[in-house]
């Protein structure tokens, strides 16, 4: 995903690699619906005259316009966020044209906590807040999936690292 296997270190395997969670499509896809109904009605009703195949053309790069900033854009944002555990860090990766990488090495966690509204736990996701003893303190992500068991596997590594075991041992 946003972490090849070749950019591992020796010893560390990843645990887990996910997106954020896809309740972060439902306003993109119906603006994709919305605006598709619009554009398709607003064709079918431009009445005849001298420059109506200008206004047609019109219409469609409008349409295409607006599914690009509020369908597209927002997809392909969701879709070049991942993160990935691993036994020796946690990897948060964004970006579309420019990527931006912030790496919190589990031994340098202190704090793991997840907080959850009730349309959240509904869906199962949440926001996971990692507090560590890096520059940037705590970090906080939203509309994080399984945020469970995301959860859980970041403090059971976190225990691992500081009981000086990896992957069990």
């Known amino acids: 995903m946003t972490l090849p296997d070749h950019h591992l270190t020796q ?40 420059y109506v195949s200008y206004a047609r053309i019109a219409v469609v790069v409008i349409g295409l316009i607006l599914l690009t900033i509020w369908s597209f854009v927002p997809y392909l944002q969701w879709k070049n966020t991942g993160y990935v555990l691993t036994t020796h860090r946690f990897t948060i990766s964004t970006g579309v044209l420019n990527k931006s ?27 996971l807040t990692v507090e560590s003893a890096g520059d940037r303190g705590e970090i906080v992500l939203k509309d994080i999936p399984k945020i469970q068991d995301v959860r859980t596997d970041l403090f059971r590594l976190v225990e691992d690292a500081s009981d000086g075991e990896v992957d069990g041992r």
Not at 13 to 21: A, E, G, K, N
Not at 39 to 46: D, P, V
Not at 106 to 115: A, E, H
């Open 101 to 127: 990488t912030d790496e919190i090495p589990i031994t340098k966690v202190n704090t793991v906590s997840s907080d959850q509204t009730l349309p959240e736990r509904l869906l199962g996701c949440g926001t």
């Open 11 to 50: 010893g560390e395997r990843r645990v887990r690699s996910f997106h954020p969670h896809w309740k972060r499509l439902v306003v993109p896809f119906i603006a994709l619906v919305l605006i598709a109904a619009a554009t398709g009605a607003a064709l079918y009703f431009i009445p005849d005259f001298a």
